[in-house]
């Protein structure tokens, strides 16, 4: 996934390459000064200027990385957000800080180059988000969902509710299940939210899992339209 917004956005990077080769060999990101490949990257880098040539390297087993809760709540922490420049720095941090946090070596190796450059955070989103929910307990997952449940209602913010609304849909189609909002999984309210952003689709799915849950005459009425 990353690899296909890279190319999407046609970013090239030398240490980048350098570092995927380590994640794919296994390796960490520490230590990098014992790593030969690191030594001839900046070697190359320094004497001549050329690119580190690449080859196929062999593939191991990924490690998982610690994922920092303590950082990520205070991220996703929205009780003093009121304006839409409020929330769409919430937006921007969260996305940030689940990637800096992110379980996978892969998406937290994105995460200085997603600070210079938000699309990338943006497009990374929802498999940065599944990768530290898995590693949240109970009770923050109840925590982060409050705040997304805030940040769906506060505030008509397009770019807001469209990335929210696309994580649904994602989580929804993952292993991991839907997002556990209120409400059965909070339809109703991602329903109207999609309508309201013309996002016609989903509000339709939505809509239709309505219905499934309990067909009623105003249901059925507003599915007909």
Not at 69 to 78: D, R
Not at 189 to 194: K, T
């Amino acid at each position: 996934m990353v690899n296909k917004v890279l190319v999407r956005h046609r970013i090239n990077h030398q240490r980048y390459d350098v570092l995927i080769c380590r994640i794919v060999k296994g390796y960490t990101l520490a230590d990098e000064e014992e790593d030969p490949l690191i030594y001839q990257h900046r070697m190359l880098r320094s004497n001549q200027g050329e690119t580190l040539a690449s080859g196929p390297v062999e593939t191991g087993p990924m490690k998982k990385l610690h994922v920092s809760t303590i950082n990520l709540q205070k991220a996703w922490g929205a009780a003093r957000r009121v304006s839409k420049d409020d929330w769409l720095e919430w937006l921007r941090r969260l996305s940030l800080e689940l990637l800096k946090d992110s379980s996978s070596p892969s998406l937290r190796s994105c995460w200085a180059l997603a600070q210079a450059y938000n699309p990338m955070a943006r497009d990374l989103f929802n498999a940065a988000f599944v990768s530290c929910w898995s590693e949240l307990n109970e009770d923050q997952q109840d925590e982060l969902i409050r705040s997304i449940e805030l940040a769906l209602t506060s505030q008509d913010i397009a770019e807001v509710t469209q990335t929210l609304l696309n994580l649904a849909e994602f989580m929804e189609h993952s292993d991991k299940g839907p997002l556990p909002l209120r409400d059965d999984n909070g339809i109703v309210l991602l329903g109207e939210r999609a309508a309201k952003c013309r996002a016609y689709a989903k509000a339709l799915h939505y809509k239709e899992l309505e219905f499934q849950k309990g067909p009623t005459p105003a249901i059925l009425e507003s599915l007909i339209r």
